[in-house]
């Protein structure tokens, strides 16, 4: 009696547990492939067809998207939960699906020359603290940047060393110092950069671009020539070589206390022209530019649209060429047409 | 001046941390999503374009103007776009009589087309014209897909990689089990596509998983597929390929058997096993005391003897 109350209690129990998985148990053909990483599920199932054209296409949509949303569920529930503020929550375990990237494996940083050397003799970065003590102030101050501590440049009081010279100014000076710091740091990083790349650092006049004028290549032979140990010195020149003009100083100053006599003669000269009736520009020669000018543009334009009359707009600046330094007329002239390259033979400005 | 090349540098921290947001990284963001309008769309489409962005909507960008622009001849605006707003997944809804109700889905890898899929749209109900509640935006949609198309025809391979591209939401660690809404069921049947978006209500069955019951809620398409544009093998190995450095790393000198007993192996130098400490037996200690007894009794052994010399 007792032997079979045990086997019913435990059939009763199995049919219990069937009853409770009835509800959420779905039988499919094939399994599903889930990647429970991106809560995704693939059915292979090849759908039912003639389900499909009997029935309502949703409903039989709904009816399969249940089931499979339940199978889905299921394996979510399966996974190792835990409480985070109230809130129960499963630990998703990394996705299985190969999805490609949005761009591609970044590439490490190149390293500077000084991070090689580094490397190379086995120096390690030393760690060191954020604020320095400045005893001037009094106070804790950054090590660098603004409001830095021991800033040599924001000095009220600077001694003037013995060896110095006397008219000197020192302010200035360790301004213009710190300021060739900033530049030479600025060259050195562009530098590293430009190695990192692979990039060719050019020198003056050594990179060279497609089209080079008259002045970009006298330059760079300045430059080559210069650079020598004796800076240019000993270099011969090459036969019908000329020294260039206008090298280094764009603009002549004379020194503030100079000669006496050669800034009066200057003053004294310069009323002179400013009293002279003669003009400062010979109008004949200006005429004779303005009209091979105009000549050249009409030629330009009548190759370029045969037939179109264009005006040529309205050059008062003929006539009325008077005064000093008055390029207006003949200049607004020539910049007119189109694709016209800029004329070296500007003359004098 | 996108990336970070060093020679322009960024003048305010707020400046730099947005161009490191966009930089290539080992972990990637997730992936945004712009969704363009073509020359000629009509009102399907610009509301299917409404939908779909509502559906995606942290991760993506509508734009507002119709752009004239055919990405199956020429894809250097979309590029363009792509490059201004970081986004590497879009989406195009044209209308015209030879294409009507047009919708190309694609996504970029490096700012160049990977691979673009049009689908036309057959039938669509918007999520205006079902008349329910709905779940926040936002939430990451259970993805599933049905039908073995899937499986065995190449296109609609690439094209479920795709839809779980566009559709996946951002990769999280943990999910709040109650907040398992969205359901987006996609079947391929008879040379259709069905897309059908539900809200998932979580019934009380007998035991811990609860069952589910499905309302239709979002927006639902019926696709037919027509051009594709995909790339070739090796540009899908170059975009597939993982950085070393996020292969999960080998625990060495640890196994498991058969029963999970997990075994571990220990690496040691050679010992001289004569000076070997063991257990100390007190026992066998030798004692200061029995040493002096000894002596004691070899001297009385004298003394008696010399007494006994003595005596004699």
Redesign the interface.
Known sequence: MAACSIEDVLAKAERDEAEKLKSISVYKELELEFDTGNLFAFDKNPPDTREFKKQNKDEFLRSLARDNTQLLINELWKLPTERVEEVIVAKLPEPTTRLPREKPVPKPRPSTKWEEFAKLKGIQKKKKTNLVWDDVHKEWKRRWGYKRANDDTKEWLIEVPETADPNEDQFSKRIKAKKERVAKNELNRLRNIARGQKIKVPGVGLAPTDQQSKTELGKAIHVAKHSTASVGKFQGNLPKEKAPKNMGKKRQFQPLIGDFSVEKQKQLDMLNIMDSKKPRIDITKAVNKQMREEDRQSGFQKRKSPGKKGRKGNFSGKGTAKGKGKKGGPGGGSGGGKNRKPRMKQGKR | MTQL???VKPKTKRSKRFLQGR????N??I?NAMLIKGGNANQTVTQALKDIYSLKKPNAVMYKKKNITRPFEDQTSLEFFSKKSDC?LFLFGSHNKKRPNNLIFG?????HV?DMIELGIEKFVSLKDIKNSKFPEGT?????????A??TDNEHKKL??LL??FF?GP????????G?EH?L?I?A??GKI?L?S?K?L?KK??????????E?MGP?FDFTMRRTHLASDDL?K??????KALKPKKKKNVSHDVFGTKYGRLHMQKQDLAKLQTRKMKGLKKRKGEKAEGEGEEVEAEATTAKKAKTQ
């Open positions: 090349d060093g020679v930089e290539p990284k080992l990637e963001n992936k590497s996504r970029m890898f490096d700012f990977l990451k949609p259970l993805l599933i897909f049905a039908g073995d899937f499986e479920k990689s779980i591209d996946r990769t999280v660690p943990c999910v709040r089990l109650a398992l359901v069921h079947t049947l008879e069905y059908r539900y998932a979580l069955s007998g035991c811990r998983t609860p069952r589910i019951e499905l239709d639902s899908y170059t975009a597939h390929r993982q950085p």
